[in-house]
Every structure is written in structure tokens, then in C-alpha cells.
């Protein structure tokens, strides 16, 4: 009953998103309009629909209701609870029930909130979102609809993935959704200022909150993967240039490019246009991602996800939207005024050079992650990876590391460098020291970890800069979260380098009773036993490591699932200020000596990476309620108002 | 004889290709000397396991992995250099192997394409501030 419920409010929903997107055209056609009073309502009852159907789904996972055909493929009796619900959105049908649930209560909150933009624009934005739903309704109704009943019932059901069975990752897909789906309403923004030409800084104000938030999630998201894969894959590395792993990345790339844009359009009303074709790309690049991850084109660690015929339908989907979308902006972006003008060295040059270098290294990624593909219609089997990726790209993030030393010290408009001379022979003194310590500490260490370490020292000063000569208390909360984001990536970048370049490995089997040495730690197994969990039986090593009189007991485990069968290691992490210890246990050697194989390493300052892509979030999180608190207090008005 | 080397190897492991049966001692364990792992892990990291999904072979659990890890470093530990070791893969597995593809051919216009993508955008922006100042 509560399935059929759910697929009735789907339905309602859908019929809902189709009133939106008629009462738009109606507008834009000049018409008599009698549906244009209808758009905000129906925003308002499709989000309300949308929201019931995914809660319903969500009780039906509760009860873990077998008769529903995705509970029973996706859930199991004996799972515990968190995953049980975790397990609405674990799998195809759910998590673009949830897609479509966060579009939709979006645009009831854009329709409800909004009061910047003018009527005729926020009618087209909310039309334009009910296009996008009309495309995942179909998506869903037709071929995957996640209350498709199960005849007969079964007893126990599948089970999830195993590897999804974790707290951190329960959370790591919505959050991504939620960025996605935030870059899908700043597509409707840009479309629907499009529309009616209003592409000044009102729309870039409208447009920003949801660019942020987008951002937001998307930071989260990809720091809190990339910490999983961290853990839970077992060998220590953070980031594989995996195309799943791309296709969160780039989004993510378009949305700081974004981000940057727009309050370049709301502030100064410049680059308008660049910002519109950010917007449209930002959104291409979230569409892509969902079609590389379901579609599974392309082999990947996120082989779970995978399901060819709707990929190809996702494909057509990203090929209508964008594909109009760029038609739109090539009929209109002649109509879109010059905005502002400003030199190059300048805080917009600057923001210029900030977009360029994010654009470039998002074309790498695009063009690395797609090219066995085309090589492969041409008859060529290739892999590009890590080794590619890395080249091509660090060389470029360094460029921007170097243009963010310098860009928020930059005056709006035009400004010269002589301006700010003392700070650039500090960053240049910082860079030189920086990379000459850390090349004294490890001679062998090669070219990029070393830039690394050096630009992020400078960065980590350079950050806190703009608010310098400023009164703090009275300081805009987005300032502050300007500088403590861009603190952040000089934290991150560090924790990259760091263990790019100084990590050490000890690959060895072990007796209980034995010990291997790391980074003058002592690490010693003392017992090797059998542990049993809710759904899984494991080998666990306990371990004692020790290192100047401290001792620290290291559990880590070889965990073998049933239902369904798998196998995976829990690596054992000792976490200090200044590094991580890394241990896994693995099989027991094959000459039956008793030995276990064990993987040691030491990985220092490796947690930067992610205590970086917090302070990140956390500067994005500081920026977005600025901006909400100050535009409650007065609404922002600026001489550009009427542009 | 050197020449030799990677077909003397290949017949000493004649489990190589089912990526099954016992896990060659050398998969999980590291060379004495470590300019020499730290070679073998460079090479390691950029060959593809063909039995996973999209890992290296050095951080794969697969045994196919462990078996070329283990090949990797024996050949090493002969001296062969990391570039003939990384041919004598392609030539056993196909291109498919390798993470890093070469500078010719099919790889070819991947290589060029950052250094063009980047010139067309400071050429686009500079077109920018042209026309604005």
C-alpha cells in the first residue's frame, strides 16, 4: 500500500513538473498566461509529493518490506538499521528517487524563498527546473521505478554491498547528489536569466547560494570518498584518478570555477557571459558524472553501480539539456550586455586566471577519463591513470596555488603589483625556504611534492592576508570564509604533498611474536584470531606498535561477508598530529609458516588532506549563512541594481 | 643473457598466466634494496591490474596482481630496467596495461592536448582583457 502510495505521488509529481514547464512556455511565448499563477504552486506540491514518495520508500526500507522488489535486492533481514535505511538510497532506484526528491523540494524552496530576481525570471527558472524533473521523472517511472513489487516475497533478501556497509560511505552518494543537484538549479538560473535577459548581478546573487551549497556538498562528498577509499581499499592510497573519482571531481572543478564567477558578476558585474557558460558547464559535468557512474562505459573501483541501458538513457537526458541549453546561449549571449571592464592585474584578472587554470585542468580530467573511449571506437585498447593524471594536471594546480598567492591581495578593477611588493618578496622568501627545508630533510624527494610543500607554506600565510588592515569584528562572515577555504587548500595541498613525497612502506609477513620496523616505529604482532560480526566473519591481527616509550594497540582486520560474498580489509589507523600509521593484514603467506602478510606505512601528515577539505567545507558553510544573514538584515542593493 | 632474462622469467613462473595458485613470496614483500622497490613501486603503480576494476597493480588484492608485482620485482632485482619491464608487459597484456600511455600513436594527442588546451585559454583570456581595457 505504502509502495503504490509512493508511485501515485511520483505520478502526481510528474504531472506537477509538466505544469511548470507549459505555464513557462506560455510566458515566454507572450501568451495570455493564465497558467503563469500555477508555476510557484505546483513548484510548491511537487516538492511536497516527491519528498513523500522518497520517505515512503524509506519506511519501506524500514519495515524491510521483501515484497518491494528493491528492498529485497538491496536489504536483508539481519542488517543493521543504519544501512537498512542507508539502504534507500545504496543502490540505482533510490538514490535517483532521492535526485529527483532534493530537485524538487529545491524548487519549492527556490519558489518559496527567492524575492531578489524578478517575477518573469524566477517564473522561467522554476520552468526550466520543471523540464530537468520531467526528464528524471520519466527516468524513474520508466525505467527504474523503486516500487516495483516482488512476486512472491522472498525470505531474507540479498543484501548490500559490503563495501558500502559503512557509516562514512552510507552518506558519501547523497552528498554528491546534493551537489549535483544544486549545480542542476544553477543551470535553471542561467537558463531562465537567459530567457528573459536578465544576466546581471541580481541573478548572479539568486544563482549564488545554490552554487555555494552545491560546492559545499561537493567538498564533502569527495573528501569523505576519498577518505573511504583511504581506509577501506587497503593500501593506503587517498585519491586514484579513478574515472568515478573524475567524474566527482569535475563537477566539483566547474563549481569552484563557478563560484568564483559569480561574485565576480555580483559584485562588479563583470563576466557575465563566463559565468552563464559556467553555470551550463557545471551542470553538463554533474550530468556526466551520473552517466559515468550508472552507465558503467567505463571499468571502475564503483563497479556496483553499474547498469548499461539506463546509462544510455541518462546519456540522452545530458544530451537534450545541455544541447538546448547551448543553443540557448548561442541565440541569446549576443543580447547579454558587456559587463564592467577591468585590467589584468586586477582582483577579477585574478579570479580570470582562477577560472582558466580550473577550466584547463577540468578539460585533463574530461579528456584523460574519456580518451579510452574514443581510442577504443578506434580500435586501440588503452588505460590512462594515475601516472597521466598526475603529470598533466599538478603542473597546473601548482599555477593556481601561485595565482592564489597573489590574486586575493589584488584591489577590484585595477591595481598594480607594486602595490603589494613586500608581500610578493615575502611569498617568494617562504617558497624558496620552504623548498629548500624540505629538500634538506629528504634529498631524494622529487620536483612536484617539494613545489608543493613550498607553495602551500606560502599559501598558508598568503591566506590570511585579506584580513589584514581589517576591523574583524565588523569584517563580512564571506571574507572570513574566503580566507579560512583557501587556508584549507593550503592544508590539503600540504597533506598531499607530504605523503606523495616522504610516506614509507614496510611490506612484510609476520609470525605472532614477530615485529617489522617503520619510521622508527616498532610494530609488533602479538596474536592473530578469529572475530565474528553482524554479517561478516574476520581475521583480526592485534598489534602493538610502539615508538619513543609510547605504546598503541593496532587492530586491524581481513573481513570476510556473506550475502553477498566478498572480501575486504579494515586497515588499522594510529592517527598522531603529525602523521598517520597505516596497518593491514592481509592472507597468511603461502608457504604455511605460520606467517601473515602484513602491510605497514607510515604516512605523514596524510590527515591534512582531509582536516583541509574540512576547513574548506567549513569556509564555504561560514560564506553561505553570511550571505543569508546579511541579505535578512538589508536587502543588498548596489548601483548595478537595474542592470 | 639480459636479453634473455624476461623469457627466463616467464618460464620460471609457469602460473603466471592463470593468475591463480600459490602467490609468488616477492608480491607482498619488498626488494632489499631501496632504490631498487622504490623503482619497482614507481612501475608498480603505473601498471593497470587486469583482473580488478581500475587499480594498479600495486594496490590491488587481486592475485592476478600479486603475480605481476612479483614479476615486477624479480625483474628488477635482475636489473632490468623499468622501461623494458614496462614493454615486456605491454607486449604480454596489450597497451591496456599500462597506466601511462606511450607519447605515439593512439597516445599521442593525449599528451599534446593539456599543453593546446592551455595555450587556447590564455590565448581566449587574453582576448578578454583586449577588448575590456
Not at chain 1, 294 to 323: C, K, Q
Request: with cysteine.
Amino acid at each position: 500500500m505504502i509502495a503504490e502510495a509512493g508511485l501515485a505521488a511520483l505520478w502526481l509529481a510528474a504531472a506537477m513538473a509538466l505544469l511548470q514547464f507549459v505555464g513557462g512556455l506560455t510566458l515566454l511565448r507572450g501568451g495570455a498566461g493564465q497558467l503563469v499563477p500555477l508555476i510557484k504552486p505546483a513548484a510548491y506540491v511537487q516538492g511536497a509529493l516527491c519528498a513523500f514518495a522518497f520517505f515512503a520508500l524509506m519506511w519501506l526500507f524500514y519495515v524491510t518490506d521483501l515484497s518491494v522488489l528493491l528492498v529485497a535486492s538491496n536489504s536483508h533481514i539481519d542488517k543493521p538499521m543504519i544501512f537498512k535505511l542507508a539502504g534507500t538510497w545504496g543502490n540505482h532506484e533510490g538514490s535517483m528517487l532521492l535526485w529527483v526528491a532534493v530537485l524538487s523540494v529545491s524548487g519549492a524552496a527556490i519558489a518559496f524563498f527567492e524575492k531578489r530576481i524578478d517575477a518573469k525570471t524566477l517564473h522561467a527558472t522554476l520552468a526550466v527546473q520543471g523540464f530537468i524533473a520531467l526528464g528524471f521523472f520519466a527516468f524513474l517511472l520508466f525505467a527504474s521505478n523503486p516500487f516495483e513489487r516482488l512476486e512472491p516475497a522472498p525470505l531474507e533478501g540479498a543484501g548490500l554491498n559490503p563495501l558500502l556497509q559503512d557509516v562514512g560511505l552510507a552518506f558519501h552518494p547523497p552528498t554528491l547528489y546534493m551537489g549535483y543537484v544544486g549545480l542542476s538549479i544553477a543551470f535553471s538560473f542561467a537558463v531562465g536569466a537567459l530567457l528573459t535577459n536578465q544576466a546581471g548581478p541580481a541573478f548572479a546573487r539568486a544563482m549564488r547560494p545554490w552554487v555555494l551549497a552545491a560546492w559545499i556538498f561537493l567538498t564533502i562528498g569527495i573528501a569523505a570518498g576519498s577518505y573511504w577509499a583511504y581506509y577501506e581499499l587497503g593500501w593506503g592510497g587517498w585519491w586514484f584518478w579513478d574515472p568515478v573519482e573524475n567524474a566527482s571531481l569535475m563537477p566539483w572543478l566547474a563549481a569552484t570555477a563557478l563560484l568564483h564567477s559569480v561574485s565576480v558578476l555580483a559584485t562588479r558585474n563583470a563576466l557575465r557571459a563566463w559565468t552563464i557558460m559556467l553555470a551550463l558547464v557545471a551542470f553538463a559535468m554533474s550530468m556526466a558524472g551520473t552517466f559515468l557512474v550508472r552507465s558503467g562505459i567505463l571499468t571502475s573501483v564503483h563497479a556496483f553501480a553499474v547498469d548499461p541501458e539506463r546509462g544510455a538513457f541518462i546519456l540522452a537526458l545530458m544530451l537534450i539539456y545541455t544541447s538546448i541549453a547551448f543553443v540557448i546561449f548561442a541565440l541569446r549571449i549576443g543580447a547579454v550586455k558587456q559587463g564592467e571592464p577591468f585590467q589584468l592585474v586586477s582582483r577579477e584578472g585574478g579570479i580570470v586566471a582562477n577560472n582558466i587554470f580550473l577550466s584547463v585542468i577540468l578539460a585533463i580530467v574530461l579528456i584523460g577519463t574519456l580518451y579510452p573511449l574514443a581510442a577504443e571506437a578506434m580500435g586501440d585498447k588503452i588505460s590512462v591513470g594515475p601516472p597521466y593524471f598526475n603529470k598533466a594536471t599538478v603542473p597546473v594546480m601548482l599555477l593556481l596555488m601561485v595565482a592564489l598567492l597573489i590574486g586575493p591581495m589584488l584591489r577590484w578593477r585595477r591595481d598594480a603589483l607594486m602595490r603589494i611588493k613586500y608581500w610578493l618578496i615575502g611569498a617568494a622568501a617562504i617558497l624558496i625556504c620552504g623548498g629548500l627545508a624540505a629538500w634538506k630533510l629528504a634529498p631524494d624527494t622529487r620536483l612536484f611534492p617539494l613545489l608543493g610543500i613550498a607553495l602551500s607554506l606560502a599559501l598558508a600565510v598568503a591566506a590570511w592576508l585579506p584580513l589584514r588592515g581589517r576591523k574583524l569584528l565588523r569584517t563580512p562572515l564571506p571574507i572570513f570564509g574566503m580566507v579560512i577555504a583557501h587556508f584549507g587548500i593550503a592544508v590539503s595541498v600540504f597533506g598531499m604533498a607530504s605523503e606523495s613525497g616522504f610516506s614509507k612502506e614496510t611490506l612484510t609477513a609476520l609470525a605472532p611474536g614477530e615485529s617489522a620496523e617503520i619510521s622508527g616505529w616498532k610494530v609488533k604482532l602479538d596474536d592473530v584470531k578469529p572475530v565474528v560480526g553482524d554479517n561478516w566473519v574476520a581475521v583480526e591481527g592485534e598489534m602493538v606498535a610502539s615508538k619513543n616509550g609510547g605504546t598503541f594497540m593496532l587492530r586491524p582486520q581481513s573481513r570476510q561477508f556473506f550475502k553477498p560474498e566478498m572480501q575486504t580489509s579494515e586497515a588499522a589507523l594510529l592517527t598522531r598530529w603529525n602523521g598517520q600509521l597505516y596497518a593491514v593484514i592481509a592472507q597468511p603467506n603461502q608457504e604455511g609458516d605460520g606467517r601473515w602478510q602484513v602491510r605497514l606505512w607510515w604516512k605523514p601528515f596524510v590527515t591534512f588532506i582531509w582536516y583541509g577539505g574540512i576547513l574548506i567545507a567549513l569556509g564555504g558553510t561560514i560564506s553561505l549563512f553570511g550571505r543569508m544573514f546579511r541579505r535578512a538584515k538589508k536587502p543588498a542593493i548596489n548601483k548595478w541594481e537595474r542592470a | 643473457m639480459r636479453a634473455f632474462a624476461p623469457i627466463l622469467l616467464a618460464l620460471s613462473v609457469p602460473v603466471f598466466a592463470q593468475g591463480s595458485g600459490p602467490t609468488p613470496p616477492m608480491a607482498n614483500q619488498q626488494l632489499a634494496d631501496p632504490t631498487q622497490e622504490a623503482q619497482a613501486m614507481r612501475l608498480m603503480h603505473s601498471l593497470r591490474c587486469i583482473q580488478c576494476q581500475g587499480q594498479s597493480i600495486a594496490d590491488s588484492d587481486a592475485a592476478m596482481a600479486a603475480t605481476m608485482r612479483a614479476q615486477v620485482r624479480q625483474q628488477i632485482a635482475a636489473g632490468e630496467k623499468p622501461q623494458a619491464i614496462r614493454s615486456w608487459m605491454i607486449d604480454r597484456y596489450g597497451e591496456w596495461v599500462s597506466f601511462e600511455p606511450d607519447m605515439k600513436g593512439a597516445g599521442l594527442l593525449l599528451w599534446v592536448a593539456p599543453f593546446f588546451i592551455f595555450v587556447a585559454s590564455i590565448w581566449l583570456a587574453r582576448g578578454l582583457f583586449r577588448r575590456r581595457s
